[in-house]
């Protein structure tokens, strides 16, 4: 296994929760081992995240 470092785009629903980022993530084929939102526009979170790949 892997653990790579990205930083992705999800969409701002304006009511964050643990669910909706982790939700966002694996419809990005992303399995996240930590993340953290590191950016809030009206329209994006942007969020870093380590990626755990096999």
């Known amino acids: 296994m892997q653990v790579i ?3 992705v785009q999800i969409p701002n629903n304006h009511n964050p929760s ?3 980022i982790e ?7 992303i399995n996240p081992l930590r ?3 590191v ?3 009206d329209k ?4 870093s995240v380590a990626n755990l790949k096999e």
């Open 5 to 7: 470092s990205e930083t």
């Open 23 to 29: 939700s966002e993530l694996t419809k990005l084929n």
């Open 18 to 20: 643990v669910e909706y």
């Open 39 to 41: 950016h809030v526009s």
């Open 35 to 37: 993340w953290a939102v």
């Open 44 to 47: 994006i979170y942007t969020v």
